[in-house]
């Protein structure tokens, strides 16, 4: 069975930081490019860091930009997010995401194009 599953979600005041985890099972991460979403209630799913299939090179969204950053590591089929200098509206579920298609590697994501989801990690920024 094929299967994401993220971790690392939680509550962080601002300023603080989280490292969000996506662990692949049943297959490889290394030829899908793979993709962090968010979504708060009552909006769409955001795109926020994305890895491509080839190269391991990174796109980020302008929200998040300098702030987090995407990684691989492939002897654990896993992807990270490292998020730095946390703000409120961060908040919101964060869902690892994974296309075959290397088209999908894009700053603004579409969600369409992710055939993988995981189940979705809460992160709360608050004081």
């Known amino acids: 069975q094929q299967q994401l599953v993220e971790s690392g979600g939680g509550l962080v005041q601002p300023g603080g930081s989280l490292r969000l985890s996506c662990a692949a099972s049943g297959f490889s991460l290394d030829s899908w490019v793979v993709c962090w979403f968010r979504q708060v209630p009552r909006k769409q799913r955001e795109g926020v860091a994305c890895?491509?299939?080839?190269?391991?090179?990174?796109l980020y969204s302008n929200s998040v930009k300098g702030r987090f950053t995407i990684s691989r590591d492939k002897p654990e089929n896993q992807v990270y997010l490292q998020m730095n200098s946390l703000k409120p509206e961060d908040t919101a579920i964060y869902f690892c995401?994974?296309?075959?298609?290397?088209?999908?590697?894009?700053?603004?994501?579409?969600?369409?194009?992710?055939?993988?989801w995981g189940q979705g990690t809460q992160v709360t920024v608050s004081s």
């Open positions: 995401a994974t296309s075959y298609y290397s088209g999908s590697f894009q700053e603004d994501p579409n969600p369409r194009e992710f055939s993988h």
């Open positions: 890895v491509s299939d080839s190269d391991g090179s990174a």
